[in-house]
């Protein structure tokens, strides 16, 4: 083989790799139908008795969404749903969740998205009931506030 074929082939396959690194686009959306079973979220500590290590020291809490995704627009399409928790939610909070249906179980921090769904969008509307268990360090909480999750789409167009 001479050395032209090899860079000519060393060439086509980084191409290849090139193409399969495109940066893939998130689009919001529609949870509109989205709703919470409890309007309000009871916090209690993960022990009743006190001990020193830091994973003990928490507040959980459940929760109960009745998730209704409109993914009309990727209808016959293959995409990747993500759960978002945005960074404003206080401090160290983090969601878990068991697979149910169609979504898998995941879980995410503050500030992050978790895969909640892969495969081909077969119905305008995903809609499952989601379990989720909160937890958060009792040092954040300050005030009441409000949880904000947000869905997004990453097609495969």
């Not at 032209?4 to 949870?31: K, Y």
């Not at 016959?76 to 179980?105: E, K, M, N, T, V």
């Not at 995941?106 to 500030?111: I, L, S």
């Amino acid at each position: 083989m001479t050395s032209a074929r090899v860079h000519f082939f060393l060439a086509s396959g980084l191409s290849i790799i090139w193409l399969g690194c495109a940066p893939v686009r998130a689009t919001p959306i529609d949870d509109s139908g989205t709703r919470a079973f409890e309007p309000s979220i009871d916090l209690r500590w993960k022990t009743s008795t006190p001990t020193r290590s830091p994973a003990d020291n928490v507040l959980v809490g459940v929760t109960t969404l009745r998730v209704r995704l409109n993914v009309a627009p990727w209808l016959h399409h293959a995409g990747r749903i993500y759960l978002s928790l945005p960074a404003s939610a206080p401090g160290q909070l983090s969601a878990d969740w068991p697979a149910h249906g169609q979504f898998l179980g995941g879980r995410v921090v503050a500030g992050g998205r978790a895969l909640l769904y892969s495969g081909r969008i077969l119905e305008p509307v995903l809609e499952e009931e989601l379990q989720l268990q909160l937890t958060v360090r009792p040092n954040v909480i300050q005030r009441a506030s409000t949880l904000n999750i947000s869905f997004d789409m990453e097609d495969e167009r």
